[in-house]
């Protein structure tokens, strides 16, 4: 079973999408494998964002998503990565089209929904760095 990482960002919290975003995702046939709401710290944000972390914008986006609470959750299914990344429209809102949840809901290259992994690989590290095994019911 394929599995990604979606951060709800702070302004889908802040804007009570959550719900919208997540129905999107079980309509294609997702499950979710794993939840939690967390507020992200700078430590983690700069681990998360180590490919961006030294650039000179990654302070706006560190303080964004450090501005409210998020929902990090697990979504499984099959093609659940490139699925997920179609729903979700292009990273820069402004380009993605209506009917995607960045063309519907975003506004900008960062203020966009929610993250995505983009790869199998980025997925299994960023599952490891948000969840633990105790965060998991066992069945």
Do not use: W
Not at 98 to 112: H, K, L, S
Request: aromatic share 8%; glycine share 6%.
């Amino acid at each position: 079973m394929d599995k990604t990482l979606i951060i709800f960002k702070p302004d889908c919290m802040k804007k009570k999408l959550m719900g919208s975003v997540l129905s999107r995702f079980e309509a294609e046939g997702f499950s979710v494998a794993g939840c939690k709401m967390m507020q992200l710290d700078s430590s983690l944000l700069r681990t998360h964002y180590a490919h961006i972390a030294e650039l000179p914008f990654f302070p706006e986006i560190e303080s964004f998503m450090a501005s409210e609470p998020v929902v990090v959750m697990i979504l499984q299914g099959e093609g659940v990565i490139p699925k997920v990344r179609e729903l979700l429209g292009p990273t820069d809102s402004t380009k993605a089209p209506a009917g995607t949840i960045r063309g519907d809901y975003g506004e900008t290259v960062m203020i966009n929904v929610a993250h995505a992994s983009d790869s199998p690989e980025a997925a299994e590290a960023e599952i490891a760095r948000f969840f633990t095994e105790s965060d998991f019911i066992k069945s």
